[in-house]
């Protein structure tokens, strides 16, 4: 499949984040992608799935929500990776620019969170419905999205590791929040991180079907 593949600054207010773009020639949907507490855009589990959508025509993004600066501190302090707020505005910002047409054209926008980047995805989805328009949570933390939750009106899709009880507790939890607009599937004999063989491709398959269901127009 012909694709084409490019590092860019996307310009959110006074920050500029590196995000890498795989487009392919006539994507039918763009998938943004939050990465967990302490990871970045390449994050190994992250491309794996990216890649997996780019097989099913469908544009990735993949991009560090912090600076580098503001990495550094996090990477001393881990305070920023936890504050929910400060990721979905950026992620907020992110879709906006991907709704100028830029770079994927008008195609519809997809969110793709892991761990804690799955409750930003789902904050920003609150305050993006008309933009955003399909969600898959990785494993995620669903409940720290807070009040968001019960304002998410975008299909929601929630993945987790069938022997990862705490996180499977905490995604029922937030499903009840969901209502109709989630979905909890288990992948089984899956732990957290999705390192058991053929887990994380049972993600990639479950996300890209979910992902083209309902950005394909």
Do not use: C, K, Y
């Amino acid at each position: 499949m012909d694709e084409q593949r490019s590092t860019v600054m996307v310009p959110i207010g006074e920050a500029q984040l590196p995000a890498d773009l795989t487009l392919p020639a006539q994507p039918v949907g763009v998938v943004l992608f939050a990465h967990g507490s302490g990871s970045s855009r390449h994050s190994p589990r992250n491309v794996s799935v990216a890649r997996t959508l780019n097989d099913s025509g469908l544009a990735t993004v993949l991009v560090d929500l912090l600076t580098p600066v503001e990495d550094e501190v996090d990477t001393r302090t881990a305070e920023l990776r936890f504050d929910i707020g400060l990721l979905a505005s950026r992620l907020a910002g992110i879709v906006d620019w991907l709704a100028t047409g830029r770079p994927a054209g008008d195609v519809p926008i997809g969110l793709f969170g892991a761990s804690t980047g799955a409750a930003a995805a789902l904050v920003a989805a609150a305050s993006r419905a008309d933009r955003v328009a399909a969600v898959v949570s990785r494993g995620g933390r669903p409940d720290l999205a807070g009040d968001a939750l019960a304002q998410v009106r975008t299909p929601t899709l929630l993945l987790v590791g069938g022997l990862d009880e705490e996180v499977i507790a905490l995604n029922e939890q937030a499903l009840a929040e969901l209502g109709e607009a989630g979905e909890l599937r288990v992948i089984p004999g899956a732990t957290h991180l999705f390192e058991e063989p053929g887990t994380l491709e049972q993600v990639a398959d479950q996300a890209a079907a979910w992902f083209t269901a309902h950005l394909s127009r």
